[in-house]
């Protein structure tokens, strides 16, 4: 007796009075991305528990349940069972034939069940993923589904990720986790690009001498291109047919459309280096060894190329039942067709005017091969050069131009431009991050992308199918790394062509991040966790002076900083208001979660001097492409780096004379005057034919203090100049563009750049 109403009274304890709410049960939040099209909350909520059921009846719900179940017993330690039928404590999933949008589902939560209709089986795959992200990301044996209404589907029919095998070879196990991640956040397609200069990674079973010679590379560049170093250790893998049939398949489980890419008429070394006769000198070649890319392609007046590619698509096609085959046909050096016999002979027999036009009948010559297999191909933008194939579907990745141009004729177009879209680039600013190609690419600038341009009118819009994020391997070797640099930037691209423009914020999308990245955890992803780490931002701190406002969003973080340059610590000084600046030295900061540091720290080293802060006045604007967001930038006490490219400090004139005037505060002692500029010709960079500074008391006139004329220095030349007895409140800097680049040189007869940061007044 006494036994039984222990139980029950912690049967009470557990449920409570009216025996519906098991309050030890966590309960999920509604923080789902992408952010569905629509969503309202309801009051009550679905228990999940043992006794929960899912109804599926048809084979491909089935699988889908199941990949919910492999979910919810990394959570719970069990699966539900899966029946045909069921009315409550069950989660009920139907799918119809909407052909409106084939990807679209409703999905409705409340005490009694959970009901998703999907308008087809990948719309019924799709509110399942949004069911997952409506489950707690505790462990428990019991949680709750939070009530909710959700009418959700695509804004964009294509939405992408792409993976470079050729460079760094990953394995299979590795491709499935990518797939399984991508169709986590509702991405469609799997671009796979297999073949390249430095790897041949597909079995072609007619021509065996590919996975001889073209899957291997005898060493591999070991740090910055620049460098012209190796690893000295030789480097292959490639994918049989098994191995990719088992890939296509797991894909096809999730919804997802693998796309290979086998690249033409250019990136062909590694197959040239198996049969040197495809090529135009016929060799002997050896599969790429550095990055970049190879004079030697594909011999365009040589039949033999093209019964070579005919033979290997054939095995290609049945591998992947993909609508789209990718052809690449990007970066085709035409030198070698220059000088080729043959070549110039394939140009006169079919009238051809130049080695453009002889890409063009390349690529079109194959999309007729593979129009005649029920094929379409995909090409990156260059394939426009010389005539866009009739039924090609361009991919733009040199900006978002050759996406304007193949939409106004009416192509099809994948959206990929690298200023948004290219994953290789680096996600932050900090020394420490591992080696990558270049660039900058926050999780904020990828949210920011809007894949429609705006030059398109609405019917030219439409031929916009989607976009895709592009994940070159130069510098990525491993697993780990590979995840650091596809997330969270994915799950921004994912939203970004997943749900409607106007519902999409930045802000609101970190918050649901908060708890998305929990998800990542138990998947295992080794996330970058940029967002959330310290950021500081440089202002005018409306005294004529410059002070550093640090920021974090992780939840519950704690910022500490140092003025010394010594690294942070909890025992630092807390950060607490805006820090001025008022000598020269490093600012670092980081932020703590439980005493322990969270993602990089943040670091920026001051210079001194009486113009920080001051007004400064720009006689010319700077290039849009070299511009800082203000004027600031050019008294805010930072020097630009020589990656000039990734700092925003730097302005930068094109073909002309850069003038900027700072108003100090009063009439005072000027005891020095300086600049920083750029001499690096062959990016089209040329130092200043001369500087000039001059001093005014009133602004209007000046009287020159400083002259120089030389600028010897490769990369930054610090112009310096010691003054005395000079005294006056305005100070002018003018700085005389070059001019036209000589011929010989780089970018002979453009407008030489001119690169001026940190006017310097002491």
């Given at each position: 007796?006494?036994?039984?109403?222990?139980?029950?009274?912690?049967?009470?304890?557990?449920?409570?009075?009216?025996?519906?709410?098991?309050?030890?049960?966590?309960?999920?939040?509604?923080?789902?991305?992408?952010?569905?099209?629509s969503i309202s909350e309801k009051a009550d909520s679905f228990l999940l528990d043992k006794q929960t059921v899912i109804v599926a009846t048809n084979e491909s719900d089935k699988k889908t349940a199941a990949l919910?179940?492999?979910?919810?017993?990394?959570?719970?330690?069990?699966?539900?069972?899966?029946?045909?039928?069921?009315?409550?404590?069950?989660?009920?999933?139907?799918?119809?034939?909407?052909?409106?949008?084939?990807?679209?589902?409703?999905?409705?939560?409340?005490?009694?069940?959970?009901?998703?209709?999907?308008?087809?089986?990948?719309?019924?795959?799709?509110?399942?993923?949004?069911?997952?992200?409506?489950?707690?990301?505790?462990?428990?044996?019991?949680?709750?589904?939070?009530?909710?209404?959700?009418?959700?589907?695509?804004?964009?029919?294509?939405?992408?990720?792409?993976?470079?095998?050729?460079?760094?070879?990953?394995?299979?196990?590795?491709?499935?986790?990518?797939?399984?991640?991508?169709?986590?956040?509702?991405?469609?397609?799997?671009?796979?690009?297999?073949?390249?200069?430095?790897?041949?990674?597909?079995?072609?079973?007619?021509?065996?001498?590919?996975?001889?010679?073209?899957?291997?590379?005898?060493?591999?560049?070991?740090?910055?291109?620049?460098?012209?170093?190796?690893?000295?250790?030789?480097?292959?893998?490639?994918?049989?047919?098994?191995?990719?049939?088992?890939?296509?398949?797991?894909?096809?489980?999730?919804?997802?459309?693998?796309?290979?890419?086998?690249?033409?008429?250019?990136?062909?070394?590694?197959?040239?280096?198996?049969?040197?006769?495809?090529?135009?000198?016929?060799?002997?070649?050896?599969?790429?060894?550095?990055?970049?890319?190879?004079?030697?392609?594909?011999?365009?007046?040589?039949?033999?190329?093209?019964?070579?590619?005919?033979?290997?698509?054939?095995?290609?096609?049945?591998?992947?039942?993909?609508?789209?085959?990718?052809?690449?046909?990007?970066?085709?050096?035409?030198?070698?067709?220059?000088?080729?016999?043959?070549?110039?002979?394939?140009?006169?027999?079919?009238?051809?005017?130049?080695?453009?036009?002889?890409?063009?009948?390349?690529?079109?010559?194959?999309?007729?091969?593979?129009?005649?297999?029920?094929?379409?191909?995909?090409?990156?933008?260059?394939?426009?050069?010389?005539?866009?194939?009739?039924?090609?579907?361009?991919?733009?990745?040199?900006?978002?131009?050759?996406?304007?141009?193949?939409?106004?004729?009416?192509?099809?177009?994948?959206?990929?431009?690298?200023?948004?879209?290219?994953?290789?680039?680096?996600?932050?600013?900090?020394?420490?991050?591992?080696?990558?190609?270049?660039?900058?690419?926050?999780?904020?600038?990828?949210?920011?992308?809007?894949?429609?341009?705006?030059?398109?009118?609405?019917?030219?819009?439409?031929?916009?199918?989607?976009?895709q994020a592009n994940l070159w391997s130069e510098y990525i070797g491993n697993n780990d790394y590979m995840e650091y640099m596809v997330y969270p930037r994915a799950c921004a691209l994912s939203e970004v062509l997943?749900?409607?423009?106007?519902?999409?914020?930045?802000?609101?999308?970190?918050?649901?991040?908060?708890?998305?990245?929990?998800?990542?955890?138990?998947?295992?992803?080794?996330?970058?966790?940029?967002?959330?780490?310290?950021?500081?931002?440089?202002?005018?701190?409306?005294?004529?002076?410059?002070?550093?406002?640090?920021?974090?969003?992780?939840?519950?973080?704690?910022?500490?900083?140092?003025?010394?340059?010594?690294?942070?610590?909890?025992?630092?000084?807390?950060?607490?208001?805006?820090?001025?600046?008022?000598?020269?030295?490093?600012?670092?900061?980081?932020?703590?979660?439980?005493?322990?540091?969270?993602?990089?720290?943040?670091?920026?080293?001051?210079?001194?001097?009486?113009?920080?802060?001051?007004?400064?006045?720009?006689?010319?604007?700077?290039?849009?492409?070299?511009?800082?967001?203000?004027?600031?930038?050019?008294?805010?006490?930072?020097?630009?780096?020589?990656?000039?490219?990734?700092?925003?400090?730097?302005?930068?004139?094109?073909?002309?004379?850069?003038?900027?005037?700072?108003?100090?505060?009063?009439?005072?002692?000027?005891?020095?005057?300086?600049?920083?500029?750029?001499?690096?010709?062959?990016?089209?960079?040329?130092?200043?034919?001369?500087?000039?500074?001059?001093?005014?008391?009133?602004g209007k006139t000046y009287k020159e203090v400083y002259k120089q004329t030389a600028f010897t220095q490769q990369g930054i030349n610090k112009v310096r100049g010691k003054l005395q007895q000079v005294r006056g409140?305005?100070?002018?800097?003018?700085?005389?563009?070059?001019?036209?680049?000589?011929?010989?040189?780089?970018?002979?007869?453009?407008?030489?750049?001119?690169?001026?940061?940190?006017?310097?007044?002491?």
């Amino acid at each position: 007796m006494k036994k039984t109403l222990l139980c029950l009274a912690s049967a009470a304890a557990l449920w409570g009075c009216s025996g519906s709410q098991q309050t030890s049960a966590p309960k999920g939040k509604v923080s789902i991305i992408p952010m569905p099209a629509s969503i309202s909350e309801k009051a009550d909520s679905f228990l999940l528990d043992k006794q929960t059921v899912i109804v599926a009846t048809n084979e491909s719900d089935k699988k889908t349940a199941a990949l919910f179940n492999a979910w919810l017993k990394e959570l719970t330690g069990y699966e539900l069972a899966i029946k045909d039928q069921g009315d409550k404590n069950a989660i009920v999933l139907h799918t119809g034939k909407d052909t409106t949008n084939a990807e679209g589902y409703t999905l409705n939560s409340d005490h009694n069940t959970v009901t998703i209709n999907g308008n087809s089986n990948s719309g019924t795959f799709y509110g399942v993923q949004t069911l997952i992200q409506l489950l707690p990301v505790e462990k428990a044996n019991a949680m709750y589904i939070p009530g909710v209404s959700i009418t959700d589907a695509p804004r964009f029919a294509y939405r992408g990720l792409h993976l470079d095998v050729s460079r760094h070879f990953f394995s299979v196990e590795f491709v499935k986790k990518y797939i399984d991640l991508l169709a986590m956040h509702k991405m469609n397609t799997f671009h796979w690009h297999l073949t390249d200069d430095q790897g041949w990674r597909i079995e072609i079973k007619k021509y065996p001498r590919l996975q001889e010679i073209s899957s291997k590379r005898k060493e591999t560049m070991a740090g910055r291109y620049a460098d012209n170093k190796y690893d000295g250790k030789p480097y292959g893998g490639y994918y049989t047919q098994e191995q990719v049939k088992e890939v296509v398949q797991y894909a096809a489980d999730h919804f997802v459309t693998v796309i290979p890419e086998i690249e033409m008429p250019g990136h062909a070394l590694a197959a040239l280096a198996a049969f040197p006769n495809l090529g135009c000198t016929g060799g002997p070649y050896e599969t790429g060894t550095h990055w970049g890319v190879y004079d030697d392609v594909y011999c365009a007046g040589n039949d033999s190329v093209f019964l070579f590619l005919q033979d290997v698509l054939d095995e290609v096609l049945p591998l992947f039942p993909s609508k789209y085959i990718h052809i690449g046909g990007d970066e085709c050096p035409k030198v070698r067709w220059q000088k080729c016999p043959k070549c110039q002979a394939r140009m006169k027999k079919e009238g051809l005017k130049d080695e453009h036009a002889l890409q063009s009948y390349f690529v079109q010559r194959m999309e007729k091969y593979l129009n005649s297999k029920g094929r379409q191909i995909i090409g990156w933008d260059e394939i426009l050069e010389g005539g866009l194939a009739p039924n090609a579907t361009v991919m733009s990745w040199r900006g978002i131009e050759g996406g304007i141009t193949a939409a106004q004729q009416k192509h099809d177009v994948i959206m990929t431009p690298g200023e948004f879209c290219y994953f290789d680039h680096y996600q932050s600013k900090s020394p420490n991050e591992p080696l990558a190609i270049g660039g900058f690419l926050p999780v904020n600038k990828v949210y920011s992308y809007e894949p429609v341009p705006t030059e398109l009118n609405a019917d030219q819009a439409k031929y916009i199918k989607g976009a895709q994020a592009n994940l070159w391997s130069e510098y990525i070797g491993n697993n780990d790394y590979m995840e650091y640099m596809v997330y969270p930037r994915a799950c921004a691209l994912s939203e970004v062509l997943w749900s409607p423009k106007d519902k999409r914020n930045y802000d609101n999308f970190v918050e649901r991040l908060k708890v998305h990245v929990k998800r990542l955890e138990l998947k295992k992803v080794n996330y970058a966790k940029h967002v959330f780490e310290v950021k500081g931002a440089v202002t005018e701190n409306g005294k004529g002076g410059v002070h550093v406002t640090l920021s974090s969003q992780l939840e519950g973080g704690k910022i500490f900083f140092t003025t010394d340059s010594t690294a942070p610590t909890p025992q630092s000084t807390p950060y607490t208001q805006p820090i001025s600046i008022t000598h020269a030295g490093t600012i670092r900061a980081q932020v703590f979660s439980d005493g322990k540091p969270f993602g990089n720290e943040f670091s920026q080293t001051f210079i001194f001097h009486k113009g920080m802060g001051k007004k400064i006045t720009l006689a010319a604007a700077a290039d849009k492409s070299h511009s800082p967001a203000s004027n600031f930038a050019m008294v805010d006490g930072i020097e630009g780096l020589a990656s000039y490219d990734d700092d925003g400090q730097w302005f930068g004139f094109k073909g002309i004379n850069m003038e900027a005037v700072v108003e100090l505060d009063s009439i005072q002692d000027i005891h020095g005057v300086g600049i920083n500029t750029v001499n690096l010709k062959s990016d089209w960079i040329y130092p200043p034919k001369q500087v000039v500074f001059s001093v005014s008391d009133d602004g209007k006139t000046y009287k020159e203090v400083y002259k120089q004329t030389a600028f010897t220095q490769q990369g930054i030349n610090k112009v310096r100049g010691k003054l005395q007895q000079v005294r006056g409140r305005f100070v002018k800097v003018q700085m005389q563009n070059f001019g036209k680049i000589p011929a010989g040189a780089e970018g002979a007869g453009n407008g030489a750049w001119l690169f001026a940061d940190e006017f310097i007044i002491d």
